[in-house]
C-alpha cells in the first residue's frame, strides 16, 4: 500500500554534512506518519526522528541538534538533513510508515535502506 525508497547515503567525513531522501507513494500514505531508523552492525535498529500530522519532529536525544527531518508533500517525499555528522552515525538508515512512534515494532512499511558511513 505504501512504497518507501531511500537515497543519498554515501561516505562523508566526520563534521560534514548530507542529506537523505525517502520517496513514498500509495493512496493511504497521508494517513501515516514517517520516521527515520537507522541500524549499525551488531546493533539493534534505533529511532532518528518521525515526523507526522502538522509537520511535528521528533528527534532521539543523540541526534537532536543536529539532524533535521522535514516533508514535502507535493512530492510525497521526507527528508533527513544531517550535520555535524559523527563516526556513531554510521548505520543503514531506514525511512518508515507508520504511527508518530519511536518504537520500530510499531511501523507498518519500510523502505530498503541506504548506507551512511562517516570516516574520522
Known amino acids: 500500500q505504501v512504497h518507501l525508497i531511500e537515497s543519498g547515503g554515501k561516505l562523508v567525513q566526520a563534521g560534514g554534512s548530507l542529506r537523505l531522501s525517502c520517496a513514498a507513494s500509495?493512496?493511504?500514505?497521508?494517513?501515516?506518519?514517517m520516521g527515520w531508523f537507522r541500524q549499525a552492525p551488531g546493533k539493534e535498529r534505533e529511532f532518528v526522528a518521525v515526523?507526522?500530522?502538522?509537520?511535528?519532529?521528533w528527534y532521539a536525544d543523540s541526534v537532536k541538534g543536529r539532524f533535521t527531518i522535514s516533508r514535502d508533500h507535493t512530492k510525497n517525499t521526507v527528508y533527513l538533513q544531517m550535520n555535524s555528522l559523527e563516526p556513531e552515525d554510521t548505520a543503514v538508515y531506514y525511512c518508515?510508515?507508520?504511527?508518530?512512534?519511536?518504537?520500530?515494532?510499531?511501523?507498518?512499511?519500510w523502505g530498503q535502506g541506504t548506507q551512511v558511513t562517516v570516516s574520522s
Open positions: 500509495g493512496r493511504t500514505f497521508s494517513m501515516y506518519a
Open positions: 515526523i507526522g500530522g502538522g509537520d511535528r519532529p
Open positions: 518508515a510508515a507508520g504511527p508518530y512512534s519511536d518504537r520500530y515494532s510499531e511501523y507498518d512499511y
